[in-house]
């Protein structure tokens, strides 16, 4: 390989990028095939155990292939399951195991598009990888650092997920604006007010220009677990009643079980015998026994994967359209749920008020009323909810929404924010 190079990485809870550096200034390298984003997915394969990645590992796992699919990985950082275990076939991962294969592949990717090796990078962040927890945030924010370093990182830096959007969006600005930079990506929501001109892309102290920055714990995969929560679970026994021998009266079956089902990266919890045994035991006591024969089915057929990519299916198609159905054939033949975008909205009534209640605390916080605003800066796929995006834009009526790269546009800046501190050999401003 020639020199040496750097790289910003954007690692995803739903999909990654990276940028590199090249002849034209930073751009984001090809991770699978052409496409510039990868899924954040690892599909273990049970035939040799090997790990596929991204599109293929959904693939692999939609096709029926004999394996395990993990999902929204970002999510355990900071939590108590990151140093637990998994077994896949005769070898024993960490979460944080399984994270670092994933970062060696995106590393691996742009090392062959770039011929160099790449040692300096630029991690994103959210402004907070776990709400009103700074001992766990810090721990989140290292673990990450651990598995980068892991991987062959050597110099290795963080930048707030919001503002290498900002930066990204800045590349585009003829004249000095305040930019309600709001990233609502799949795990968490950040919002940062920034002043960005066509000065700044040259400055590399921005300290001043950064007028406020906040960030709340609700993405996409909450949205998708309330959403399943509301529509599918119930036809899966959740909010139904058992009845224990020996009981005067009938209790209500736990909810803990619908919950892991309908949290991404809680999924594979279910896929353990001590968990086989619990449900079966449910089974045996329930009051509604074709619902809880459901749940058994999902769990026994790790089919679970399945279920939460219906959700999300239809959850992206009441972006566009007012109706889908979930289509659960796989679950029980015929089996499906018509849903409406009303439907999902109320699932997350209390998020967009959470949503809401942080960005006003952005506006406070920046010494900004909404009218001063110029543009609001769209990022993260789950600005494509109208209702999110409704919340998001409302307390700056004024202001021109500018549609960013919806997956990139964090990685692109967080290359630029690379260029600025690793490599003064890129002109950013050619990106």
Request: glycine residues 10%; aromatic residues 6%; charged residues 25%.
């Amino acid at each position: 390989m020639e020199a040496k190079a750097f790289c910003g990485l954007d690692f995803g809870t739903s999909n990654s990028t990276v940028a590199i550096p090249g002849p034209a200034g930073v751009t984001l390298a090809p991770l699978e095939g052409d496409s510039r984003t990868l899924p954040s997915s690892i599909f273990f394969d049970f035939s040799d155990g090997s790990p596929v990645f991204g599109r293929a590992a959904i693939a692999a796992y939609v096709d029926g292939a004999d394996g395990r699919l993990m999902r929204s990985l970002k999510s355990v950082l900071g939590t108590a399951l990151m140093d637990e275990t998994t077994r896949i076939k005769t070898r024993t991962y960490t979460f944080k195991d399984i994270i670092g294969l994933i970062v060696a592949r995106l590393k691996a990717a742009a090392e062959a598009a770039t011929g160099r090796e790449i040692t300096q990078v630029v991690l994103g962040r959210p402004v907070h990888f776990v709400d009103d927890d700074a001992a766990a945030d810090r721990r989140a924010e290292d673990a990450l650092a651990e598995i980068a370093r892991a991987q062959g990182f050597t110099e290795i830096a963080f930048q707030f997920e919001p503002i290498a959007a900002a930066l990204a969006y800045e590349q585009k600005v003829s004249r000095e604006e305040y930019a309600l930079i709001a990233d609502i990506g799949g795990g968490t929501s950040d919002f940062s007010i920034v002043r960005v001109s066509p000065e700044g892309r040259t400055r590399l102290d921005r300290a001043g220009d950064v007028l406020a920055n906040k960030g709340v714990h609700i993405g996409g995969t909450d949205i998708d677990r309330l959403f399943s929560m509301k529509s599918v679970m119930p036809l899966l026994g959740q909010g139904s009643e058992m009845r224990m021998p020996f009981a005067d009266k009938a209790i209500p079956v736990p909810n803990g079980f619908f919950v892991d089902l309908s949290t991404w990266h809680r999924i594979n919890l279910l896929y353990t015998q001590k968990a086989s045994r619990d449900i079966a035991e449910l089974a045996r006591y329930a009051l509604a026994p074709e619902k809880i024969a459901r749940l058994v089915e999902v769990v026994e057929s790790r089919r679970g994967h399945s279920v939460a990519l219906a959700v999300e299916d239809a959850k992206i198609a009441l972006s566009a359209q007012a109706r889908a159905a979930i289509d659960l054939a796989e679950v029980e033949r015929g089996l499906a749920v018509e849903t409406a975008t009303a439907t999902l909205h109320a699932a997350i009534a209390d998020q967009l008020g959470a949503l809401s209640r942080t960005l006003k605390e952005t506006l406070d916080a920046s010494g900004l009323t909404g009218d001063r605003i110029d543009a609001v800066f769209l990022t993260g796929g789950s600005t494509a909810i109208p209702a999110v995006r409704a919340a998001v834009t409302a307390l700056t009526p004024g202001a021109t929404i500018v549609e960013g790269d919806m997956f990139g546009a964090v990685g692109m800046g967080l290359g630029l924010d690379a260029a600025r501190k690793f490599g003064s050999h890129v002109d950013d401003r050619a990106a």
